[in-house]
């Protein structure tokens, strides 16, 4: 394992991205729990790929959740229903993962929900670069629909306790300490327990950061 500054962390993930030799876009997952840091880390790793000159397109699993009114057959707090009800994973595959493939003709989606109207998106097509890179954060993306999609596979792990404060601190403007709590404890740390024990996404990801000190990250790089 190996410690040190985020620029480090941060210089570590492009090297491994520029480490990758495809004919199409490379495909970057940063997985983990709700709250772990993944969206932060993604950003920071866009700005960073984009000075070493690479056209990034940046997207997360947050465009392609369906609609709130489909999102809740089990109950708002079911663990379950937060693993299998909440993403349009076929729609993800299909406008945004597969076009940028090996097999892909380069002409992609990066959304179809707006989470601010709770309303579906059809943006127009773009297409992509050969050597663009697609920097993804979200939660379950080493699911096994997902898998294979990806040439770089990284997972942020964070302990449940820090993970539940910063989703107080995320949220406090439109939820209660008890309202987050709640959601945290009942619906989104079970279905990461779920997650972990049925896929073991930590044995899939190239590289593991710890991100319990998000200035004094910890990291493991694995070869496939």
Same mark, same amino acid.
């Given at each position: ?7 480090? /962390?941060?210089g570590?993930?492009?090297?491994? $991205? ?30 960073? /790929? @984009? ?13 392609? /959740? ?7 057959? @089990? ?31 380069? @002409? ?12 579906? /998106? ?24 997902l ?16 993970? $539940? ?14 309202? $987050?709590?709640? @959601? ?19 044995d ?15 990291w ?5």
């Amino acid at each position: 394992m190996d410690q040190g500054t985020r620029d480090e /962390l941060l210089g570590c993930l492009a090297d491994a $991205v520029g480490s990758i030799a495809v004919k199409h876009p490379t495909r970057v997952a940063v997985d983990g729990p709700p709250a772990a840091g993944k969206t932060t880390l993604a950003d920071e790793l866009a700005v960073v /790929l @984009r000075e070493r000159g690479r056209d990034v397109i940046r997207a997360t699993i947050d465009g392609f /959740l369906f609609p709130r009114a489909q999102r809740y057959p @089990r109950g708002e707090y079911s663990a379950e229903g937060c693993y299998f009800d909440a993403h349009d994973r076929e729609a993800l595959n299909h406008v945004l993962l597969d076009p940028l493939g090996p097999d892909g003709d380069r @002409r992609f989606r990066p959304a179809v929900y707006d989470g601010i109207t709770d309303t579906a /998106l059809s943006p127009r097509m773009t297409t992509a670069a050969t050597d663009a890179v697609l920097v993804f954060d979200g939660v379950f993306l080493m699911r096994p629909e997902l898998i294979d999609r990806w040439e770089l596979r990284v997972f942020v792990s964070t302990t449940p306790e820090k993970i $539940v404060d910063r989703a107080v601190v995320r949220e406090r403007r439109v939820s209660s300490r008890a309202e $987050v709590e709640r @959601r945290w404890r009942e619906r989104y740390l079970p279905s990461q327990e779920f997650y972990l024990a049925m896929v073991r996404p930590t044995d899939h990801a190239d590289i593991v950061v710890h991100n319990d000190e998000p200035q004094q990250p910890a990291w493991t790089v694995r070869t496939r």
